[in-house]
């Protein structure tokens, strides 16, 4: 619902609105959009900080599992998302890396250590997890060609391959894949099964996916199909 529809219904101010959903923001009982609220539960996620703490033991561990294939020196693409964050931490340990991200969380958390180099995509940061989207991101990015493509994904379904329940996110993690010698998905087992609302690429656009658990028999064979390398966080 509009802030404006809102207003309307409630007949009250514009900033009445805005200064009440503010606590309920921050609490994730409500998701904050452009000029908008809605429930998590109609939008698919829940809001960033809260999504860090969910499954967050397993993300660590895929994050964990992901940083140890990237070596000093190397290049990689970082979309927006929680484990990605997680794995920004653990490339703490190495050195002169060159990063390429949309996330300000990312870019704050590598940059101004170890000798990296960090670049960050320009545009309009969204409230809820400080990143960039947008044609002035993508075009930023498409200019890189880098060792390592990483994506987080919101949903994994078996017929409708990697999805994501936002537009912007979904063009901006293909536009990732594409700069990427080397293709990589991290997600948590969590991501299995669920449908998504936007299609960010089939699984052949990808080589690989880290993740905790095995996926469900359908959608492992769908992976077989296409080629695509499966590791289990802890097996590397």
């Not at 990427?180 to 080589?207: E, W, Y």
């Amino acid at each position: 619902m509009t802030i404006a529809d809102l207003a309307r219904r409630l007949d009250v101010s514009l900033e009445t609105v805005r200064r009440d959903i503010k606590p309920l923001a921050s609490e994730g009982a409500i998701l904050k959009m452009h000029g908008a609220i809605s429930l998590p539960s109609v939008i698919g996620e829940a809001p960033f900080e809260r999504r860090m703490r969910e499954n967050s033991d397993a993300k660590r561990a895929i994050a964990a599992a992901m940083a140890t294939t990237v070596r000093d020196g190397d290049s990689i693409m970082l979309d927006t998302g929680t484990t990605t964050s997680f794995l920004a931490r653990e490339l703490l340990g190495h050195r002169r890396l060159t990063v390429i991200t949309n996330s300000s969380d990312i870019a704050r958390t590598l940059s101004t250590v170890n000798d990296n180099r960090v670049y960050m995509a320009g545009g309009e940061l969204r409230s809820d997890n400080g990143a960039a989207f947008g044609v002035t991101a993508i075009e930023f990015v498409s200019r890189f060609s880098v060792s390592h493509s990483v994506i987080s994904t919101g949903a994994i379904d078996a017929l409708g391959g990697i999805m994501d329940f936002d537009l912007e996110e979904a063009e901006f993690a293909r536009m990732v894949l594409s700069c990427g010698r080397r293709t990589v998905a991290i997600t948590d087992h969590s991501k299995f099964g669920r449908q998504g609302l936007v299609k960010v690429c089939d699984f052949s656009a990808i080589g690989e996916i880290i993740t905790d658990q095995s996926p469900p028999p359908h959608i492992l064979r769908a992976l077989e199909a296409a080629s695509v390398r499966l590791t289990l966080a802890g097996t590397i």
